[in-house]
């Protein structure tokens, strides 16, 4: 069975960095890549970035670019995704996803994390 | 980027109603659309892949259709369980979510 098990929630001041861990059980973690999306509240979803968790290569989103860098830890099957120069509208859940390849080049997600809520406050 | 616009924003439904969402996108994106389903306080759920194929363990009265452009998710007997919001996710080019359909109780 396929869990997605993510990190407690967090509380940051503008301008600092937070760090969202996702652990993965139940299929093979290298074969798989997993994306990141967040949902500001009341929002719809917003994809962030992906990694091959086989070979590591990486993708990010534009709106995120020079702010967002995720990795993965094969040994641990975790993956992290860090959100720098944080600003009040980061404030939102954060979800990691288990992404399956399409012959588009892109991915759908079949099965997410439970979500870390980042709160931005000073 | 390509944008994905759903419609309605809000339905009002009873159980056994027949229920339809559209969502369209800005440009032509093949068949490359996810549905999902998502109660508060809850991750998204997969329903529907490659704009009509069903994920497993997902009840049949939830299918999908269209190509293109113009997509419908369609609950053939909303039950109790289904009353939640719904988001098409377009994965033509990068990953691009529509705005939400929330389906609540007439």
């Known amino acids: 069975q396929v869990h997605l098990v993510q990190s407690g929630a967090e509380v940051k001041k503008p301008g600092a960095s937070v760090k969202v861990s996702c652990k993965a059980s139940g299929y093979t973690f290298t074969g798989y890549a997993i994306n990141w999306v967040r949902q500001a509240p009341g929002q719809r979803p917003e994809w962030m970035g992906w990694i091959n968790a086989g070979n590591g290569q990486t993708k990010y989103s534009q709106e995120f670019q020079g702010r967002v860098t995720i990795t993965r830890d094969t040994y641990a099957s975790t993956a992290y995704m860090e959100l720098s120069s944080l600003r009040s509208e980061d404030t939102a859940v954060y979800y990691c996803?288990?992404?399956?390849?399409?012959?588009?080049?892109?991915?759908?997600?079949?099965?997410w994390g439970q979500g870390t809520l980042v709160t931005v406050s000073s | 980027d390509i944008q994905m616009t759903q419609s309605p924003s809000t339905l009002s439904a009873s159980v056994g109603d027949r229920v339809t969402i559209t969502c369209r996108a800005s440009?032509?994106?093949?068949?490359?659309l996810a549905w999902y389903q998502q109660k508060p306080g809850e991750a998204p759920k997969l329903l529907i892949y490659k704009a009509s194929s069903v994920q497993s363990g997902v009840p049949s009265r939830f299918s999908g259709s269209g190509s293109g452009t113009e997509f419908t998710l369609t609950i053939s007997s909303l039950q109790p369980d289904d009353f939640a919001s719904y988001y098409c996710q377009q994965y033509n080019s990068f990953s691009t979510f529509g705005q939400g359909t929330k389906v609540e109780v007439k």
């Open positions: 440009q032509s994106i093949s068949s490359w």
């Open positions: 996803a288990k992404s399956v390849w399409e012959r588009s080049g892109w991915y759908y997600y079949d099965y």
